[in-house]
């Protein structure tokens, strides 16, 4: 196998890796103020993508792919909303373990690693393309 095709395979596994870390972040902010159906219930629980770096035998490499989905076990958020349905006996609600500041910063990062690795997906297209040309002529 060539090069290009490793390096292709390398930035597609984290494409992948990246893309799902994307998914797990929209569902986390989706569900950012959803409560629980009823009086003192738990609401959503954020979710965090687990990552591993696993060998790819056929082009004899490591790359990174999404391993599990583990649930964030920190507090809920407390409000005090007496009329609320979902309020327990003290009037107050719980409301997803989600920071909309958090899920932003992560989305803002998996955004960053996803363009890296297509930008190294084009620049071998490019290669390619420039060697093709060149054997051309």
Sequence with gaps: MDKASETLQIAAAGLR???ARMRIIAENVANADSTGQTPGADP???Q???FESELNREI???VVRMNDVRLDDSDFRMVYEPG???AD???YVKYPNVSSLIELMDMRDAQRSYEANLTMVEGTRRMLERTLDL???
């Design 44 to 46: 959503y629980q954020r």
């Design 84 to 86: 609320h349905p979902a």
């Design 48 to 50: 965090i993508p687990v």
């Design 89 to 91: 006996g003290e009037g």
């Design 135 to 137: 054997l051309r002529r």
């Design 60 to 62: 004899d490499a490591r």
């Design 17 to 19: 890796a990246q893309s």
